[in-house]
């Protein structure tokens, strides 16, 4: 941590010197460029930039929160991967994964904004209660909106891992006793990029930081502030499930044969259609499951006041944008009960002309369900 010499070294030199060879150089550079979102004709300007670049410091502040974002965070699967982002691109300060505490940790922060002002990331996880003068978080003595203002003001770019510093959490939630807030709520002059998610996808939140650490450059983002390759579409959109809901398909119960078979969770409170976030196409714990595939319907945990649109399990009684490849922009904030389109009458096939498709989807759900077994 604060190692000079580190510093000095591109992403490239550092992963030699710690004894990898270039063919794992490459296989890692290939895996960023997927934990990216890009296609593999990339690899080579990423390998490039790695080759090139150093080191970007990184100050992780933490917040009102469960600490389930690092958790996540430090399970990205690649052993490379953990040690470039936990020791060369260097988490100058984190309270929860750095070594030093106390004094130490805090004057090891001092020092690193001082000597990297208006270059390193701010890495925010947990929202900020402000209600009674922010007493609700204090660390060192001090409130949590103080903290964040100190350390947002030499930072070049803020990262929201989590729902709580993205959208203020379930602390937020009604009747918000400490007054919390997001992250953008009181930084109004910073580039923030919203990685939500109770908590995010650790290939998402690796994803975000190799591509500033890379490209020097923030991905693109859709207008709530979050990068557009990972939230651009609705978990419905990528569900493998999905066949069975356009068939009408929905399982009734949770130890219900249709739920084993894959049939569709809407009916039992599926979030998917109104939310955004990657769970169908990146999964969880290196692409093992996501939790519809482990037969639980998605709590919508990456949208703004998923908290208090429960309970979870009662079924959405409209949902907004049904199209394929919808995207937030395209369908403007999902807000949970707006009008649009009815999925319940979506869901009522009787005539014979959709018995065919429901066969189909019947077959569909039996291979789902051998995937899943295997
Ligand atoms: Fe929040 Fe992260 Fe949920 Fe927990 O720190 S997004 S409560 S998983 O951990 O902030
Ligand atoms: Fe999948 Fe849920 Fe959509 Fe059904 S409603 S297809 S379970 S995301
Ligand atoms: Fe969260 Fe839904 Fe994914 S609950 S983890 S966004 S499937």
């Known amino acids: ?42 690899v080579s300007q990423v390998v490039k930039a790695l080759e090139t670049k150093r080191r970007i410091p990184v100050i992780w502040e933490h917040f009102q929160e469960c600490t389930g974002c690092s958790e996540s965070f430090i399970r990205s699967d690649h052993p490379l991967l953990a040690d470039l982002i936990l020791d060369n691109i260097s988490l100058d300060y984190s309270d929860t994964l750095m070594a030093a505490s106390g ?96 908590p995010p996808i650790a290939e998402v939140m690796t994803g975000v930081v190799v591509h500033y650490a890379t490209f020097g450059t923030l991905p693109e983002l859709d207008s709530m502030g979050r990068p557009k390759q990972f939230y651009g579409k609705r978990v419905h959109d990528t569900c493998y499930r999905r066949p069975n809901f356009d068939a009408g398909l929905y399982a009734e119960s949770f130890d219900s044969e249709e739920a084993k078979k894959g049939y569709c ?56 944008g049904m199209g394929i490849e919808a995207t937030a922009d395209k369908i403007g904030k999902i807000v949970l009960g707006a009008t649009a389109v009815g999925v319940a009458g979506h869901a009522i096939l009787t005539n014979l002309a959709k018995k065919k498709e429901m066969n189909a989807a019947q077959r569909m759900a039996d291979e789902n369900k051998k995937r899943i077994k295997e």
């Open 1 to 42: 941590m604060n190692n000079k010499s580190k510093k000095e070294d591109t992403y490239y030199e550092s992963i030699i010197k710690k004894g990898y060879s270039r063919r794992d150089f490459m296989k890692f550079a290939t895996a960023i460029t997927a934990f990216m979102g890009y296609e593999s004709t990339m």
């Open 103 to 198: 004094h130490n940790a805090e004057e090891a922060k001092q020092e690193s904004m001082k000597e990297n002002y208006g270059k390193y990331i701010l890495v925010v996880e947990g929202a900020i209660p402000t209600k009674d003068d922010g007493v609700y978080c204090t660390i060192a003595g001090r409130t949590a909106v103080d903290i964040l203002k100190e350390s947002a003001e030499g930072a070049a770019a803020i990262l929201t891992f989590g729902s709580c510093s993205a959208w203020g959490g379930v602390q937020a939630a009604h009747p918000n006793p400490t007054g919390s807030v997001p992250v953008d709520a009181i930084i109004k002059n910073k580039p923030i990029v919203k990685i939500p998610g109770c």
């Open 265 to 320: 969770l809407y009916k039992l409170g599926c979030r998917g259609p109104v939310t955004y976030n990657a769970c169908g196409t990146m999964e969880w714990n290196n692409g093992v499951s996501f939790p519809i595939k482990s037969g639980y319907p998605c709590i919508g945990c990456s949208e703004d006041n998923f908290w208090d649109n429960g309970p979870f399990t009662e079924r959405l009684t409209n949902v907004p």
